[in-house]
């Protein structure tokens, strides 16, 4: 986790060697909007500078105004944006800020920011959406269709309710920093994005000429395919997929096919290892104290409460715990170290509030029952190759491994596929046209009497213009309709 900010002219002149001595890791700057007419924000070329001097990694964002609910007012700012960034080189993501468009605009806001974002992908951007976690991605986007691009998300709060996958997190306005006057959004940064746009040569950067690894570390392998699955959750059915990787390995311990309603955070924790291939170090199991016992039996428990673990480990609890002395009760849950900062451990599991999500605690904090370690091979000539495919396949046969899932999904898929010497544009033009789905039938309606045409289109969820579009020879005037006209709304 990295500590951010986000600025714009509201914060004045700003002092970035203070800012960068506060412990400040990155910064997105606000490179203009279309919110009030079209323009560059007044101390875009002043932040730019001086976070650039003080060597602070940047990323930009711009604030798209109330009219842009459709795909060409979407590619229009996008153009706009990218004028303003040339020349420019970035770290962090470019992002598209929908806050301004009215919520009931929302299938004309989706296809907005997809136009938006296919846009700046074209000329060469790590491109991003920022937006609230409720009023933005629940209900001013059909998020659904925008898992693709990188996501900030606001939420000003202890923590970010956002079930989906995201990058940064946005949690207070009112933030305090040495060389800024008055409050500042202060921002979690989850993903080291400098590298992957260096690497990937996004965002004015040159693509770096390196071999993709033959191999990376078994480690390595674990945290990436427990990132794949963040977001699968019981209410969609998409943690079947898990548990169908769980019943597909034989035997099944004990002879247990684990159902769809069972509890599934062991199951989660084996089906990373089948998928990784590394059931030989994660047993599987679908239970957490006999998961424990055959960590035991392997010799790869560590039963100390206050150990350090390090990312890969499995970690056990026991929601009994009083807290006092060491844990030893029966395990309840189980999940898989993500990442250790100082003594805040960071994790990934199943079944949490019935979907894949982070947890974080303390180094010896209370429930913890202890730790799987598994015997990695620690460098990368000890491990083995990773299934990943041998280049270079094209994008017909990429495009089928991305939708069968071998390639992890949103951001991860993009860095993956990136890091693996792909084009991902064009693998991910390729997935999209393989599973676009046919036009929808057309909806008619009778005009009756006392109907407007806001009406109607609110009671189709869509708009006045684009019900016009669709009856360019019959509606004229949107004002005047007549009782008896059959219409077509979708």
């Known amino acids: 986790m990295t500590k951010g900010i986000d ?8 002092d970035w060697n203070k800012v960068k001595a506060a412990g400040i890791e990155f910064a997105i700057i606000k490179a203009g909007g279309s919110d009030a007419g079209t323009y560059t924000d007044s101390k875009w070329e002043a932040n730019y500078k001086g976070a650039k001097a003080a060597g602070i990694p940047i990323g930009a964002y711009y604030f798209v105004g109330k009219d842009c609910v459709t795909a060409a007012a979407g590619k229009a700012d996008a153009e706009r944006f990218i004028q303003i960034l040339k020349g420019k080189q970035l770290e962090y993501p470019v992002y598209m800020d929908n806050e301004a468009q009215p919520a009931s605009a929302k299938a004309g806001i989706t296809e907005a920011t997809i136009a938006f974002c296919e846009t700046m992908e074209a000329a060469g951007y790590f491109v991003g959406i920022y937006g609230s976690a409720v009023s933005g991605f629940k209900e001013r986007m059909d998020d659904s269709k925008l898992t693709d691009y ?3 998300v606001a ?3 202890s923590k970010c309710s956002y079930k989906g996958e995201y990058g940064i997190w946005q949690y207070s306005s009112k933030g305090k920093v040495d060389g800024i006057s008055g409050n500042v959004d202060l921002d979690y940064g989850y993903i080291d994005y400098p ?10 950067y040159a693509k770096e000429n390196k071999p993709a690894p033959v191999v990376s570390s078994e480690r390595d392998q674990v945290i ?5 699955w963040l977001g699968k959750n019981e209410a969609d059915g998409s943690h079947k997929e898990i548990i169908d990787v769980y019943n597909s390995h034989k035997p099944l311990a004990r002879g247990y096919k684990v159902k769809y309603t069972d509890a599934w955070c062991a199951t989660f924790v084996s089906a990373v290892s089948i998928k990784c291939g590394l059931t030989k170090l994660i047993p599987t199991e679908c239970g957490c104290g006999q998961m424990i016992e055959l960590f035991q039996k392997l010799g790869a428990w560590n039963e100390n409460d206050a ?3 390090k990312p890969g480990d499995v970690i056990f609890y026991d929601w009994q715990d009083s807290g006092s002395g060491d844990n030893t009760g029966w395990p309840d ?4 170290v993500e990442a250790v900062s100082g003594s805040t451990i960071t994790v990934i599991e199943g079944n ?8 974080t605690l303390q180094v010896g904090g209370k429930y913890i029952r202890g730790y799987g370690v598994p015997k990695y091979a620690e460098s990368p000539e000890d491990s083995k190759p990773t299934p990943e495919p041998a280049p270079k396949k094209n994008v017909d046969e990429l495009a089928k491994e991305v939708i069968d899932g071998k390639w992890g999904n949103g951001t991860d898929r993009k860095s993956r596929l990136t890091a693996a010497g792909y084009d991902y544009a064009s693998v991910q033009a390729k997935v999209n046209e393989l599973l676009k789905k046919p036009a929808s039938a057309a909806v008619w309606y009778t005009v009756k009497s006392g109907d407007t045409l806001s009406a109607i289109a609110r009671k189709y969820g869509t708009t006045v213009a684009a019900i016009q579009k669709l009856n360019p020879t019959l509606i004229k005037n949107v004002n005047l309709i007549i009782t008896g006209w059959k219409i077509r709304v979708k």
């Open 352 to 359: 949490k509030s019935d979907s894949v999500s982070r947890r």
């Open 155 to 157: 939420q000003y709060a």
């Open 150 to 152: 990188a996501h900030w």
């Open 195 to 204: 590298s992957i746009i260096k690497t990937g040569g996004f965002n004015g």
């Open 224 to 228: 990436a395919q427990a990132r794949a």
């Open 7 to 14: 600025v714009s002219h509201w914060q004045g002149t700003i």
């Open 307 to 309: 150990y350090v673990p």
């Open 333 to 336: 849950h189980v999940g898989i």
